[in-house]
T-cell receptor, first 111, second 115 residues
């Protein structure tokens, strides 16, 4: 079955790095995604990684994928107050052609 | 203008009332979705549609119905609203031919309160 797990809350000081973790179950997922939800807004695609990659870096964001353990992480370097949001990981579900989302991880950046 | 527009943005309704949430998109995507978001539960899929003639139940479809009036429009109805349907509802679209495979574009959300 499809099940995406995330921890719920993280606080981090401005300027520090923050790491959000996620585990997923569908080993056939083609892509894994990180979405960001700012207060009062919908979800916005932040970054993604193709399943045959181990790492992807995009400016302050680093995505690490451990396919053996089905573990996905998002590292935000030099965290800023604008990074305060809820972050969702999601996996693409083959066969159903849709996404399964984790429960979200709220990140609060302390000035 | 937003690519995915939801109306209304906020709604308070009484138990037992029928309510419709509307979604329209300008992205030209065939695939549309309705999710609800509850604190601590993340996003759960209610219904999805891969084209105008294709409607599929998601994981929590009971108490809801949908209508795909056109490629650009997908509405969600609560035939008889109940308080535990109080939630934030999101419409989303995706493109079959997206290079990142089912990347979803979300509306701003509709906050529904059933009293």
């Amino acid at each position: 079955g499809e099940d995406v797990e995330q921890s719920l809350f993280l606080s981090v000081r401005e300027g520090d790095s923050s790491v959000i973790n996620c585990t997923y179950t569908d080993s056939s997922s083609t892509y894994l995604y990180w979405y960001k939800q700012e207060p009062g807004a919908g979800l916005q695609l932040l970054t993604y990684i193709f399943s045959n990659m181990d790492m992807k870096q995009d400016q302050r964001l680093t995505v690490l994928l451990n396919k053996k353990d089905k573990h996905l992480s998002l590292r935000i370097a030099d965290t800023q107050t604008g990074d305060s949001a809820i972050y969702f990981c999601a996996e693409s579900i083959r066969g159903n052609n849709r996404l399964a989302f984790g429960k979200g991880n709220q990140v609060v950046v302390i000035p | 203008d937003a690519d995915v527009t939801q109306t209304p943005r906020n709604r308070i309704t009484k138990t037992g009332k029928r309510i419709m949430l509307e979604c329209s998109q300008t992205k030209g995507h065939d695939r549309m979705y309705w999710y609800r978001q509850d604190p601590g539960l993340g996003l759960r899929l209610i219904y999805y549609s891969f084209d105008v003639k294709d409607i599929n139940k998601g994981e929590i479809s009971d108490g809801y119905s949908v209508s795909r009036q056109a490629q650009a429009k997908f509405s969600l109805s609560l035939e008889s609203a109940i308080p535990n349907q109080t939630a934030l509802y999101f419409c989303a679209t995706s493109d079959l031919y997206s290079p990142v495979n089912t990347e979803a574009f979300f509306g701003q959300g509709t906050r529904l309160t059933v009293v």
